[in-house]
């Protein structure tokens, strides 16, 4: 999957730079840049000795490894294709071309890795996730860096011809057909370009982002079941055995062209790493590829189906889950579910009374599914009540009735030495009295009289339920409830819970319920992107501040980050996606990779301020200027993850979010840099813009 995404994402980058430079050489040179920066990315991988993992490969979009490159050859295209002059210095030219454009793309892709550096800060199972992905992208982007400002100057002056057609591509000719009378529109309506803008913002952040959803990451679909089935204590092993054959014969019937193979695990393995009992079962089910299945469309609804058809199996309960993602589970919060619901106590029967309430009430939140309760009670257990007035009767002491109770099990009388060696002597009744109440109420006990008298007239035996399972945090009793999610978000789903559970009456103060899970990592995740972001954010602004050394006009570009924010929420909403830690570090990427644009479109008019232009006469001419290597830069980075965005293989649940993220910023950072960011120019333009500022033009 991951090597399809990248090919395909090479084809995009290179032909989006053939159609818009309209030059082979041009567009093969800036391509040389794709496999030379992924070389120099997993020789930083490999020097670190950090595994490329599969969001690592992924995130390498090759529209941002040449981003800098682009912008550089189309300015010397764009330079020789302008000189008229017949005995012009080429490398000249070239030279000039490339340093007027220096200082954009190289602030610009140090920004880009910048807001990845916070990325490196996530802890737990986020962060073995994201911090390869966030150092593959560095090395790359270093890469990418090292040779725009070495190897690609070298190529131009060597490769590009000396004389280029002044003439555009005819994509390029009429994208300005469209693009210049808008612009020349919303210069002269800037009010209501600003206006609509703010409008879109509004609803974005106050409408969609609430509803949005959350969940930790993407379940990955592993291409695999794993089915929890947990039986009634007691359950004995042939029991399970045949339960279990019954099932996996029924699984293969039912879906002949889904299932591969099943098969099952019953109890624990001779290191014990899991200890289960006998009544405790896990069924593993292969999937054959989705590409031959004919009765289900996906493996959520395959599941679904698998539920309807071992539903009817009774005195069990299923969980469903994946083998990977159940162990997972299992191993950082001791669950196999989406959500655990701990209650803490002290009185077994007020906790498993008050734990089949939660799960009662579970049960009716939309989404819940597979909700099951911790098998506490159930173990069979031989009662014995003594009746004291039928043994004060035949003046028998409650010892001697005590002591043929504990024969059942074996009583220890005394040790048997031989040599050095010792045997405890155990007395203990035959199998044949042991078989039921009926047959030990037979039992006969001597009076002091001689006479004997059957058990069952000196005490009451009956089989009743104890306790099966003890389970403790920090020395407190507790019982778990688990649940999973479908059809919905883990977050919502959740608040969803607490909610219902408020007016909840524990029975006292030293009953408390604790959630865990996926929802534990979530909380958890949410918590350490709460610094990550704005650290990102202030990042993003001291690199604008240290490149123009004005404080508005790195405001005008940081301007981009919120414009672009507003694409990924549409995106995410478009694509029914809830927010989760992957679409996260996609607006965190997206965050750097936003501001390039206004960069150069700002960049342009600072220097077209200092040749003597007016705010209006320099807005025009850099954003007709600029146009060609902002829609480049552009489309390649947002058609580098096309193929990520739709791709249906395996692993592509975790990477899609971030991907289309990315997209729908790019290309509404893009729209709005074209028209909105040129309307702020034109608006909030001060006179101190063009004076005292570092030179950027050409040459300097």
């Known amino acids: 999957t991951v090597r399809q995404n990248l090919f395909e994402g090479g084809l995009f980058v290179i032909a989006v730079l053939f159609a818009f430079l309209g030059n082979l050489r041009a567009a093969g040179m800036v391509a040389l840049a794709i496999p030379l920066s992924m070389l120099f990315a997993f020789s930083g991988m490999y020097r670190f000795g950090i595994a490329a993992s599969l969001l690592s490969l992924g995130a390498i979009d090759f529209g941002l490894v040449v981003d800098s490159s682009v912008v550089m050859m189309e300015n010397c295209v764009r330079r020789l294709a302008d000189h008229r002059d017949v005995n012009f210095n080429r490398k000249e030219i070239i030279r000039n071309a490339i340093v007027e454009v220096r200082r954009p793309t190289l602030f610009g892709e140090l920004i880009i890795m910048i807001v990845y550096l ?337 058990l069952e007239r000196l005490a009451e035996i009956t089989i009743v339920e104890g306790v099966s399972t003890i389970s403790r945090d920090w020395g407190q009793r507790r019982v778990v409830i688990t649940a999973n999610v479908r059809g919905r978000d883990l977050g919502s789903f959740v608040e969803d819970v607490q909610k219902d559970l408020v007016s909840l009456s524990l029975p006292s103060a030293r009953y408390r319920i604790e959630y865990g899970g996926q929802f534990e990592n979530l909380i958890r995740a949410e918590r350490r992107l709460m610094i990550v972001v704005p650290l990102a954010l202030v990042l993003i602004f001291s690199m604008l501040y240290v490149t123009y050394n004005n404080v508005f006009d790195a405001m005008r570009v940081f301007t981009a980050v919120p414009f672009a924010w507003v694409g990924g929420l549409f995106a995410l909403w478009l694509r029914d996606m809830p927010f989760s830690i992957s679409a996260v570090i996609g607006f965190v990427a997206l965050s750097g990779i936003a501001v390039l644009d206004d960069m150069l479109l700002v960049t342009a008019v600072r220097r077209f301020r200092q040749e003597g232009m007016d705010v209006q006469s320099a807005v025009w001419s850099a954003a007709t200027s600029r146009l060609r290597p902002v829609l480049m830069t552009t489309l390649v980075a947002s058609l580098g993850f096309l193929p990520m965005a739709f791709s249906q293989g395996v692993g592509a649940e975790v990477q899609r979010p971030l991907a289309t993220v990315i997209i729908g910023g790019v290309l509404s950072g893009m729209f709005m840099s074209l028209f909105v960011l040129r309307v702020l120019y034109s608006l909030f333009s001060f006179k101190s813009t063009s004076q005292n500022q570092p030179s950027i033009g050409r040459g300097q």
Request: with cysteine.
């Open 118 to 454: 916070p990325i490196l800060t996530l802890e737990g199972v986020e962060g073995k996730l994201f911090r390869p992905m966030a150092l593959t992208v560095i090395f790359a982007l270093l890469g990418s860096l090292f040779l725009s400002m070495t190897l690609m100057p070298v190529l131009a002056s060597t490769f590009l011809p000396k004389r280029i057609r002044h003439t555009e591509p005819l994509l390029m000719r009429a994208i300005r057909a469209v693009h210049d009378p808008i612009l020349r529109w919303s210069l002269q309506f800037r009010t209501a370009v600003l206006g609509v803008a703010l409008c879109i913002m509004v609803f974005a952040f106050g409408f969609i982002a609430p509803n949005l959803g959350s969940e930790f990451v993407p379940r990955l679909l592993e291409g695999a079941l794993a089915l929890g089935v947990t039986r009634i204590a007691g359950t004995d092993l042939s029991e399970s055995i045949r339960s279990n054959s019954e099932m996996e014969r029924l699984l293969r019937k039912s879906f002949p062209d889904e299932i591969e193979d099943v098969w099952s695990r019953i109890g624990t393995a001779e290191v014990a790493t899991d200890p289960m009992g006998i009544e405790m079962t896990d069924i593993f089910i292969t999937l054959k590829p989705r590409s031959q299945w004919k009765q289900a469309q996906n493996q959520d609804e395959l599941t679904s189906q698998v539920e309807q058809v071992l539903r009817d199996f009774p005195g069990q309960a299923v969980g469903y889950s994946q083998p990977i993602e159940m162990r997972v589970n299992e191993m950082i919060s001791g669950v196999r579910s989406d959500l655990g619901i701990r209650l803490f106590g002290d009185d077994f029967e007020l906790l498993s009374k008050t734990a089949q309430e939660i799960a009662s009430r579970v049960r009716t939140v939309p989404g819940a599914a597979d909700v099951t309760v911790e098998q506490t009670i159930g173990q069979p257990m031989l009662q014995v009540k003594v009746r004291p007035d039928e043994i004060a009767r035949y003046g028998l002491s409650r010892q001697q009735i005590l002591s043929m109770v504990e024969a059942i099990g074996g009583k220890p009388m005394g040790e048997v030495i031989e040599g050095q060696l010792r045997f405890p002597l155990v007395v203990r009744l035959p199998e044949s009295q042991q078989l039921s109440p009926s047959e030990i109420g037979r039992l006969s006990i001597s009076t002091p009289s001689g006479e004997q008298i059957p």
